[in-house]
């Protein structure tokens, strides 16, 4: 029988105009990895927040290994053994290795920090996790994955017993998840409990005993992965049946819309021709470093070409830069909306009307009237749950983050919207109401280019399929009849031609 470790009985927390959570419940075993899934607002960062100390519970009862605990703060948390690793990593760029796993507890020599033993320490805790990472290395030279293990390190280096991972592979190759659960395997052997937030299911069937779900705040319920499909699954999640992940649409595809012609940039772009027509749905799909983001900036004016030619609605244009693509009506929405798509310290109204403000502006003035309209407009049409228009960005879920990347551009009035993985980090509720406005926008002839690395939401949303191998595209598919092995042997770099020999 499991042994219980950590257990949280009828949390509630409200915060300004909204109730993050309402009685909720959820528990760890020793050695066990439980999933926590809901749709972006649910209220998962919310009860881990409080379980990690950053906030308390406005009532509900926390217990380790059978006895109630308070836990105040995080330095609470970190004394009974709880430690949390946040999708934005807690560490410091500039410091080494050693220094962020010790950071604020080196150990002393008289009154200087003795380096060598820090060292030595990390060494150690790192070794025994099975991490090749030089102590002495800058934090601000080592990848994602790598500062990730950091963090880890770091909390094992607290002798933690639960440790909580919220989206840890959000950023992550294949090849550096399977690493993180080799970790996250010799951690459970160890008798460590841990919680693992994320929205891709597949991960959580590969390492989750046990999955909880809420939605709105509220608990909905604990299973065994064993014991569960995921259309149960998504189900609980989501509170209705999706029938479908992609919503049946025909598309009315009109005229071509944007033609772009012999585009290059050094030797990361080298695209011979490329066209979208009004509400079409265009899919662009590559593996990752292959040049689909460098082939959009271009086109977006962000990145500038040696040499494109560009034709919207027939007419020659030029681009050079981002503010001539918006009056062309091209918007962009950026692979990494948190550090190129929002002014996250800024608020949900600014936001929304970032790139529409030279239109409600009047002698450097912006009329905040048709400013607070455009908001409104924008927040019921996309359904973003926000409690107020002045919300600041960093305190909505990544979900609601990018149906606010997706107003900014629709208050634009675009007619060419690129989308680069527009559906990374948010739920499946979420998702297929992103798909829904994109339907209802190539209804209005909005021509769609989306870029995706998810090849079913390629397959599943596209009318063609464009396919990027080391800049250039190696071919194009019809989305109705292509196949996910079509897409990949493209990417892989080989052709049609080869495929039927």
């Not at 909390?155 to 090849?175: F, H």
């Not at 160890?190 to 959580?204: A, P, Q, T």
Request: charge should be positive; include cysteine.
């Amino acid at each position: 029988m499991a042994e219980g470790l950590f257990r949280m009985e009828g949390i509630s927390k409200s915060f300004p105009g909204v109730k993050a959570l309402d009685k909720v419940s959820f528990s760890v075993n020793k050695g066990e990895v439980h999933g926590l899934v809901g749709e972006n607002g649910a209220g998962k960062s919310t009860l881990m927040k409080v379980m990690s100390g950053v906030y308390q519970a406005d009532e509900g009862k926390i217990f380790i290994e059978g006895q109630e605990v308070k836990i105040n703060n995080i330095s609470k948390a970190h004394e009974l053994g709880v430690a949390i690793i946040f999708q934005e990593l807690n560490l410091l760029p500039h410091l080494s290795v050693a220094d962020n796993i010790f950071v604020g507890r080196q150990p002393k020599k008289g009154p200087f920090i003795d380096d060598k033993k820090m060292h030595k320490e990390a060494k150690r805790v790192l070794d025994e996790l099975g991490i090749k990472i030089n102590t002495y290395a800058t934090l601000s030279t080592l990848s994602v994955a790598q500062q990730q293990m950091v963090e880890i390190a770091k909390a094992i280096s607290m002798n933690s017993k639960i440790l909580v991972l919220d989206e840890p592979s959000a950023a992550l190759t294949d090849k550096e998840i399977d690493q993180l659960f080799v970790i996250l395997r010799n951690l459970q052997k160890k008798g460590m409990g841990m919680v693992y937030i994320s929205h891709r299911m597949e991960e959580l069937e590969q390492i989750c005993e046990r999955v909880t779900v809420i939605r709105d705040g509220q608990y909905i319920g604990t299973r065994n992965y064993k014991d569960i499909s995921m259309d149960e699954l998504v189900k609980m999640i989501v509170g209705r049946s999706l029938e479908d992940k992609y919503p049946k649409y025909e598309r009315k595809i009109g005229d071509v819309v944007l033609e772009a012609k012999n585009i290059r940039r050094g030797n990361k772009v080298n695209v011979d021709h490329l066209e979208v027509r009004a509400g079409e749905i265009l899919g662009i799909a590559g593996l990752m470093g292959s040049g689909r983001t460098e082939i959009a900036r271009c086109i977006f004016g962000a990145d500038k070409a040696d040499h494109m030619e560009i034709k919207i609605n027939g007419k020659d244009v030029k681009i050079n830069s981002v503010r001539q693509a918006i009056a062309h009506g091209i918007g962009y929405a950026t692979e990494d909306r948190k550090f190129d798509g929002l002014a996250l310290n800024l608020d949900v109204n600014y936001n929304t009307n970032m790139a529409h403000l030279p239109k409600i502006t009047r002698f450097g003035i912006v009329n905040d009237k048709a400013a607070k309209a455009n908001a409104i407009k924008y927040k019921e049409l996309l359904r973003t749950k926000t409690p107020s228009l002045r919300q600041t960005m960093k305190n909505l879920s990544g979900g609601n983050q990018q149906k606010v990347v997706l107003s900014k551009w629709l208050c634009n009035d675009v007619k060419i919207l690129i989308v680069d993985e527009p559906t990374r980090g948010i739920d499946v509720g979420a998702k297929f109401e992103v798909y829904e406005l994109f339907n209802k926008l190539s209804d209005q002839g909005v021509a769609i280019i989306m870029i995706s690395s998810e090849l079913p939401e390629i397959l599943g949303m596209s009318d063609r399929v464009l396919v990027v191998h080391e800049g250039t595209i190696n071919g194009e598919l019809d989305a109705k009849t292509a196949t996910q092995e079509d897409i990949l042997f493209l990417a892989a770099g080989y052709n049609k031609l080869q495929k039927k020999a």
